[in-house]
Each structure stands twice: as structure tokens, then as C-alpha cells.
């Protein structure tokens, strides 16, 4: 298998702890084990022991996750080390080589990576910025053949964070029933929507589908690495089968803890601090990219602590990330990384003043290109 390098989460992880200003994550700032837990349940976390838990998560744990899809029971679910191995063991369960693949775009890269390493031939969908990334329903259509097997779709999506309309996800729905294909259904944004109102889930569509989740983007967990993959209950051993080839278990304390963050009523008070951090910082960079003038073009985020700038100076997006790191200490996501020169991902979900120093360390580089 030869495989592609992951540039985008390379750059991240090497960087994202070593420069002043972090605006390249996506989620909103991590939450801590004192905010998660109640005071009379901390003896209990330091007395819970460090063993191997079942590699497919604790049965409490997938019912708890379960409990969130209409529906599923904890026998469709397979709880993951993130939703980046959610994302790989099911392309990894569904695809064969030579097998066509409908990738909708942009999307998070690693699907892009992992599904052309497994020999599958990726045949992309982008979303359209005058349709405030929206699906042409006709270039959907033409993506599909006979030999499609699976559609890919990030919703709410990452990097633009629009959410689909009920017709596009039916169309998606629709497309895939008729070739008989898989639909793999990211949404790991789900819950982090703006408005308090939480997106559908692509799970109970359809019978071929796949949904994958975690707790890191919505929930500000990301530390804990717990995601999972919702299928049919005859594909859950497949996946279970795969994941005892790559990380065997979750860590029992994350599997521990993610069974607390999912109490119905803890739940909803996380979330809730995720819409606060997303309504309070928001305002904060809609008024730079304002104050910018035509130099950016926005289409307003509905979901996710991210907003996808397309900007108007002639240089590269990578070039210019990588000038902002070095000079000026602030770390974004450059539109290369999801193949689309031009545009870059800026993350408003940390505190709020770093979120505003490192805004106006970015300007203080793009002032020089504005001169130039």
C-alpha cells in the first residue's frame, strides 16, 4: 500500500503547541477533568483502574452513544480512539481496489489520503461557494456509476461550516440507494451548530450507512480520543474485527470519562458551553474579516468553530500560513490542505483573547501584503 502523507495534520500536531496563537484547530478550547467531573466524583476517577476495557468500548459507553441516534442500540455502535479511526476502519471495511469512491468537497484530508492508499478511485464533488456550500444536485448525479461503492460527506463540514439542506442530504441518500453504494457520514461537528439547533444525523436514512462522531470537536474532549462508527448491526463485528488490528482499546479513563460527558444532563450543559464559546468569539472574527474589506469573501459558518476565507492577495495559501507561524507565532490551516489555493481556515474557538491576539498578529503580516 503506498501511502500518502497526511500534510494538513503533520503541520497541526508538530506546530499547534509550539506558537503563541493556535487559530488552526477546529473545535472549541478543550474543556478540563476539574470541568467535567462533579466534586464527589473525583475520589472515584483516581481509584478507577487502569486495565483493558473491551476494544470496542464499554457496553455503557455504547449505550450511552447509542442513545443518540433513533434507533441504533449499543450493538451498532464501535467506540474508536477519535473519529479519525472511525473514519479509517469503515473506508477500510467498505472499499476494495479499483472501486470508485464519491468524495464531497472540501472535506477533512484524511479520507482523501486513506481511500486513494486503498487503491480506490476518488471521484470528488465539490461543494459550490455561490451556493454558500451548497451540492449541485447534477454534478452529484454524474458522480455515480456502477462501480460506486461508497459516498464520503462531512456534515455540519469541515472546513467551510455549512450544514446540508434537507434536499441535498436526500439527494445523497437517494444516489447511493440506487447504485446500492455505502454512505459514510462524518459528523463529528454535529452539536456544535451556532444556533442550538442540532443537524440530522445521515443514521436511520438508509440501511447502508455508516456515521461516525467523537467527542472532540462538539464537546471540546479532544484529549480524551473517543470516537465511534454507528452501523448495521451484522457490519459492527467487521469494524470491531478491524480495530483489533490497530489500536486494540480505548484508554480505560477516556472510556470512563466519555461515559460521564454523555449523561443526558452533563451532555447538554457541554454542548451549551459550546454554543457560548462559538456566539461569543464568532462576532469577534466576523468584525476582522469586515474591517478587511474585499480582501476576504466569507460564506458565515453555521457550524464548528471554523470559517473558510477566501482572500484576495497573489500568494500561495501555504506560503502564507507558513510565513505567519515563523513571523508572527499564529498557526491557521492553509486552503492547500484541503486542495484549494486561495482560501484559509481560521479557527475561532479558543478563548477569546487569544482568539483576538492572534488576529491581530495576522495583521500585522497581511498589512505587509496589502503594501506590497
Not at 483489533?244 to 470512563?256: F, K, M, V
Request: aromatic share 8%; charged share 25%.
Amino acid at each position: 500500500m503506498q501511502l500518502e502523507h497526511f500534510e494538513m495534520e503533520r503541520l497541526q500536531s508538530e506546530w499547534e503547541n509550539r506558537v503563541a496563537h493556535n487559530l488552526s484547530e477546529s473545535g472549541v478550547h478543550p474543556m478540563s477533568v476539574d470541568e467535567l467531573l462533579a466534586p464527589e466524583e473525583r475520589d472515584a476517577f483516581f481509584k478507577e483502574r487502569l486495565l483493558y476495557i473491551q476494544s470496542n468500548g464499554s457496553e455503557e459507553l455504547r449505550t450511552r452513544v447509542a442513545a443518540l441516534y433513533p434507533g441504533a442500540t449499543l450493538e451498532n455502535v464501535t467506540v474508536t480512539n477519535g473519529s479519525a479511526e472511525a473514519n479509517f476502519i469503515a473506508a477500510w471495511r467498505v472499499v476494495e481496489p479499483g472501486d470508485e469512491v464519491v468524495l464531497i468537497l472540501p472535506n477533512y484530508g484524511q479520507l482523501w489520503g486513506a481511500l486513494r492508499s486503498f487503491g480506490a478511485v476518488v471521484k470528488p464533488v465539490q461543494l459550490k461557494e455561490d451556493r454558500g456550500w451548497g451540492l449541485d444536485p447534477e454534478e452529484l448525479a454524474a458522480a455515480f456509476s456502477a462501480r460506486t461503492r461508497l459516498v464520503c460527506v462531512c456534515n455540519p463540514n469541515n472546513p467551510t461550516g455549512a450544514i446540508l439542506t434537507t434536499a441535498e442530504r436526500d439527494a445523497i441518500v437517494a444516489q447511493a440507494r440506487k447504485r446500492g453504494a455505502w454512505i459514510l457520514a462524518d459528523e463529528v461537528y454535529r452539536g456544535a451548530e451556532r444556533d442550538g439547533v442540532q443537524s440530522a444525523t445521515f443514521w436511520g436514512a438508509y440501511e447502508r450507512v455508516l456515521a461516525t462522531a467523537g467527542l472532540s470537536k462538539a464537546y471540546g474532549l479532544p484529549g480524551l480520543r473517543i470516537g465511534w462508527v454507528l452501523s448495521p448491526k451484522d457490519e459492527s463485528t467487521n469494524l470491531w474485527a478491524r480495530k483489533d488490528y490497530t489500536s486494540i482499546s480505548p484508554g480505560a479513563l477516556s472510556d470512563y470519562l466519555a461515559r460521564k460527558a454523555l449523561q443526558p444532563e452533563r451532555r447538554a450543559r457541554i454542548l451549551e458551553r459550546t454554543r457560548g464559546i462559538l456566539n461569543r468569539n464568532y462576532p469577534v472574527l466576523e468584525e476582522w474579516v469586515t474591517k478587511r474589506g474585499d480582501s476576504f469573501r466569507m460564506v458565515p459558518p453555521k457550524a464548528g468553530a471554523i470559517a473558510y476565507l477566501r482572500y484576495a492577495w497573489k500568494v500561495n495559501s501555504l506560503e502564507l500560513v507558513l510565513r505567519l507561524r515563523d513571523e508572527q507565532s499564529v498557526l491557521i490551516v492553509p486552503g492547500d490542505h484541503f486542495g484549494m489555493d486561495g482560501f484559509l481556515r481560521v479557527g475561532f474557538g479558543n478563548e477569546r483573547e487569544d482568539l483576538a491576539g492572534g488576529l491581530r498578529r495576522i495583521d500585522l503580516l497581511l498589512d505587509t501584503l496589502r503594501a506590497a
